[in-house]
Each structure stands twice: as structure tokens, then as C-alpha cells.
């Protein structure tokens, strides 16, 4: 079964830029549909960008379109978030989350489709 390892968190400032890695240390990556995810203080996960099998379809959810662009690198292991044009509101644990399928296009935005998380890192935004 896959692992996760979430590294790149840390202090930005508002309108600042950070970029989040997601490492899986096995061979089974490329099985997998991945998202991310966030949960701010006294508040409910939610979900922040999904990516297919194969890199080829993406999603947002909307208050991160145009800021953060979802990637990865099978051949890495590893999948990214870029996070651009930072808000405080976006200070959170971010977690990343991978589903095994079959598809090579479908990718997944509730916290129910994914079986396997990572432990999270923290992203603090100043103003």
C-alpha cells in the first residue's frame, strides 16, 4: 500500500508562495488518484485540488482556482501543490490523500474516496 510523506510547509507571508510535496517512498504511486486536502483551526477538512491517475484531469475547489495548480511526477513519486498568491485564510494542515483505481482520468473530491493520508504539514499565512 502506498505511504505518504508531506513535506514543504512552513511561514509565508499573505501574497506569498509555497510549494507542498507529497512522497510516496514505494513502487505503487502511479495506481493512484490524489488529492489534497486542509483543515484550519476549529474547522472541518476540506478539500483543495484532486489529480487523476495519470496527471491528466485536475480539479480545485473554487476559492483555490488560479492560486494553487495540482501536479505530480510518477516517475517521482511525488505529487506537488503550488501554492501562489497566499491569503491568511489559507493558513491550515495540509494533508495529501491517494485512492487506488483504475481510471485513468477520474479523480476524487470528498474525504471518503481516499482511503490512504498522509500525516500533514502545517501552512501559516501572515498578513
Known amino acids: 500500500q502506498v505511504q505518504l510523506i508531506e513535506s514543504g510547509g512552513g511561514l509565508a507571508q499573505a501574497g506569498g508562495s509555497l510549494r507542498l510535496s507529497c512522497a510516496d517512498p514505494g513502487r505503487t504511486f502511479s495506481s493512484y488518484a490524489l488529492g489534497w486536502f486542509r483543515r484550519a483551526p476549529g474547522k472541518e477538512r476540506e478539500f483543495v485540488a484532486a489529480?487523476?491517475?495519470?496527471?491528466?484531469?485536475?480539479y480545485y475547489a473554487d476559492s483555490m482556482k488560479g492560486r494553487f495548480t495540482v501536479s505530480r511526477d510518477n516517475t517521482k513519486n511525488t505529487l506537488y501543490l503550488q501554492m501562489n498568491s497566499l491569503r491568511p485564510e489559507d493558513t491550515a494542515v495540509y494533508y495529501c490523500?491517494?485512492?487506488?483505481?483504475?481510471?485513468?482520468?477520474?479523480?476524487?473530491?470528498?474525504?471518503?474516496?481516499?482511503?490512504?493520508w498522509g500525516q500533514g504539514t502545517q501552512v501559516t499565512v501572515s498578513s
Open positions: 490523500a491517494a485512492r487506488q483505481t483504475g481510471s485513468a482520468t477520474n479523480y476524487y473530491t470528498s474525504t471518503a474516496h481516499y482511503p490512504v
Open positions: 489529480i487523476s491517475r495519470t496527471g491528466g484531469s485536475t
